[in-house]
């Protein structure tokens, strides 16, 4: 087993449930545990390092010329509950390997090298993302509310304040991760150069009919809210798969009022999501939706927006340059977007290009247990991150 490898295994395993996954969430002591084991093995290829204010892991490699930008690599080292060992962690320890194989080549590069290890970038209470929220300054930790939110993790505002970066100084950054899709592992291909990160549009949908008693109500007379909603759910599930065969709809949460066995619900409450990269097919398909809820009887309809993340393209310079290097080395790759949102959204959206290396899941197994991705597959991708890096190093952006 490689160095990687070996690395990829001992700190992703740090959280191990008895069925097998993996549950190590923000903040928790298993986190803290991950941390402190690369923190050491950084520190052991001669890094600078630290935990910032927020939790995150920082290591920095420094280079020969002061006045070069950093090349930042990074991802993040919490996981789901009952998640799996590569989501997040792939992307952490690659970057090791990237700067352990710097140390082993007796190289020094002429850009700095950063590396990290995002805090609770995994949804929860705080946002998705908040680790690299906090880097690139995009929380603000005075709203309404999230003070007392940053206290139940020993977090507070000035620390969220204190997290940030100028990240002005930063050349580019690179995120090296698993598909989480089963795009790559069906097409027997070895790395998929990411195009951008997916739109993520949310909505809170609430049905709304009439409570009722179970047995004396008819049917002919009924309002069941739960009834509307699922026609709802229904309806635009297929309609999803009409509209376009990469947009992607969920609904993982539904609350039914008042929620009795013999009482007819009157209030059905469920979270609408939808993924695309054209955000012209997302306004769309919202559209379409609120058009079927108007041609469901006895049930009211409300919409509320409660999250708008909209697609981030990776920067073409660094799509051009990863693709170019999986030629050369004669990798099967393709260029693919990401279903899935990662640290890299906020470093683009305040400005930082990005660029992304994915390798297969097998199965398009992710966010469990049974997440895999071959050994030979951990190894390819962090070689392309290793070869981008020279070359950036070398030619810049």
Known sequence: MSRLN???????????????????LGFSEGYFQALELLKARMKEIGMQVETDPVGNLH?????????????????????????????????????MEVAARLKDEGRTLRHPLEIWGFNMEESSILGG???????????????????????????????????????????????????????????????????????????????????????????????????????????????ARELSDTLVFTVGKIAVSPGQENVIPGQAVATFEMRHMDRAVTDQFYTDIQALAKEIPNCEFEFVNTIAKYSTPCD??????????????????????????????PMAHEGVPIGMIFVPSVKGVSHQGDEYTKPEHVDIGADVLYQTVLKLDENGL
């Open 59 to 95: 290591g920095v490699l420094p280079g020969s010329d002061p006045e070069a930008k950093a090349i930042v690599i990074g991802s993040h080292l919490d996981t789901v509950i009952k998640g799996g060992v590569y989501d997040g962690m792939l992307g952490v320890t690659g970057a």
């Open 6 to 24: 070996e690395l990829l295994q001992q700190a992703g395993n740090i959280g191990r449930n008895e069925d097998g996954s993996i549950t190590r």
């Open 129 to 239: 993302t908040f680790g690299s929220r906090c880097v690139t300054g995009m929380i603000d930790p005075d709203l309404p509310g999230y003070p007392e939110k940053l206290a139940k993790f020993d977090c507070s505002p000035e620390k969220v304040k204190a997290a940030k970066r100028d990240i002005s100084k930063y050349e580019c950054y690179l995120e090296y991760h698993i598909e989480q899709g089963d795009k790559l592992d069906n097409a027997d291909l070895d790395v998929g150069v990411v195009s951008g990160i997916v739109s993520v549009i949310r909505y809170e949908v609430t049905a709304k009919g009439m409570s009722n008693h179970a047995g004396t109500t008819m049917m002919v007379n009924r309002k069941d809210a739960l009834v509307g909603m699922a026609k709802l759910i229904v309806a635009a599930e297929q309609r």
């Open 316 to 345: 073409l310079r660094l799509i051009k340059l990863i693709d170019g290097v999986c030629t050369e080395k004669g990798i099967g790759h393709v260029i693919m977007p990401s279903g899935a949102g990662h640290d890299a959204n």
